[in-house]
């Protein structure tokens, strides 16, 4: 067990607070990593909203994790001491989905990385003999120190900056993943990206790199626009000036075959559906609040459409977070230009500069 610092949260709302807890020795399957830096996702903020509510409180977030092995667990092969990794989502590796390699829909999901324990129950914190809660996405890295699983945990080369590497374990993942792992679209066609925040332009970058033609991007932030057209879009439409599915039927002559929806909001998923031409597919990767429903005309959808989910870019980490960072290597996915770094003791205001859009991908280093 050792002393280290991370951020507290202590209830629905509350501030992050850096206090020193104690963090256990990791476990059998277990690592122990030394943070570098660590990315700012919406999952934080929206936790940090329900914490005491919906999630357990007091909590130790953060789920964008990327520094050096510095202890490993009993059994543990797939990394050593020294080791530059990423951290990322937890799963079991044993139910049906995962077998089926499919593990960001993992049957034991929220038990793993929401539920703020480990999967016999312990914490992998406690301060002064008070256990803390943690684990969460399986590494809770808004700290000096995380404890991780062998399985979320992913070896990366050591040429590239570490303190960058973070996002690539859920928001960066999310947004390159729902094109090149679930939507797949053909070369050559055409995507709308609805919201380009941290996750959509990582769509759009990733749309590029795969050979998408038209690639419009839809917000309402001339700034976001502006980049997005720097990392990838042929076109981009603020929506703040009138309907973007007119405009976009305008634009590509009646309609896309691939849409992705990157903002939760229901009115601008609608638009997402509604743009797909005959056999489009709309991705959902935005999260609205819960028991939201979506309206949509059926009629519509006969038409040999498709809307469907997309959880952390249905990415097998250890085989696809080393893929973005080659193409990042090569040029052809520079996710560096969304990120700004903050020290750790300024998470809040890394926090407020999220949320008011200020900066796609906070990144705070240790
Ligand atoms: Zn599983
Ligand atoms: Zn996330």
Redesign the pocket.
């Known amino acids: 067990m050792q002393d280290v610092k991370v951020a507290v949260v202590r209830g629905a709302g509350a501030p992050f607070q850096i206090e020193s807890v104690q963090m256990d020795d990791p476990r059998t399957g277990e690592v122990l990593v030394k943070v570098s830096a660590v990315g700012v996702c919406h999952t934080d903020m929206f936790a940090q909203g329900l914490a005491g509510l919906g999630f357990p409180a007091p909590i130790v977030l953060g789920h964008e994790g990327a520094g050096v092995v510095a202890k490993v667990g009993a059994g543990v092969t797939k990394v050593a001491v020294g080791d530059h990794v990423v951290l990322t989502f937890a799963?079991?590796?044993?139910?049906l989905?995962?077998q089926d390699g499919a593990?960001t829909y993992?049957?034991?999901f929220g038990a793993l990385n929401l539920a703020g324990v480990r999967a016999d129950g312990s914490t992998t914190m406690q301060q002064n003999g008070t256990p803390l809660h943690g684990s969460f996405f399986g590494q809770s890295s808004f700290g000096t120190y995380a404890i991780a699983n062998e399985r979320n945990v992913v070896k990366v080369p050591k040429d590239v900056p570490i303190e960058l590497l973070g996002p690539l374990g859920c928001g960066i993942q999310t947004g390159a993943g729902s094109i090149m792992n679930a939507l797949r679209p053909e070369i050559g066609s055409t995507l709308a990206v609805f919201g380009t925040g941290a996750v959509g332009m990582a769509a759009i970058m990733a749309a590029r790199a795969v050979g998408c033609g038209m690639i419009i991007g839809v917000d309402v932030k001339p700034n976001r626009l502006a980049l997005a057209l720097e990392l990838g879009a042929t076109h981009v439409i603020n929506a703040a000036d009138g309907d973007p599915v007119e405009a976009i039927r305008e634009l590509t002559g009646g309609g896309v075959r691939y849409s992705l929806e990157a903002t939760g909001i229901i009115k601008v998923m609608r638009q997402a559906v509604d743009v797909l031409l005959p056999r489009g597919v709309c991705g959902v990767v935005g999260s609205p609040p819960p028991q939201t429903e979506l309206p949509l005309d059926p009629n519509h959808l006969l038409f040999g459409r498709t809307v469907r989910g997309i959880i952390e870019g249905e990415s097998v980490p250890d085989v696809f977070i080393p893929i973005l960072i080659e193409l990042y290597k090569q040029g052809r996915f520079p996710f560096d230009k969304l990120i700004r770094q903050f020290p750790f003791e300024q998470i809040n205001e890394a926090i407020h500069a999220s949320e008011s859009g200020e900066v796609l991908k906070p990144v705070l280093v240790m």
């Open positions: 799963s079991c590796g044993q139910c989905n995962c593990p993992c049957n034991n």
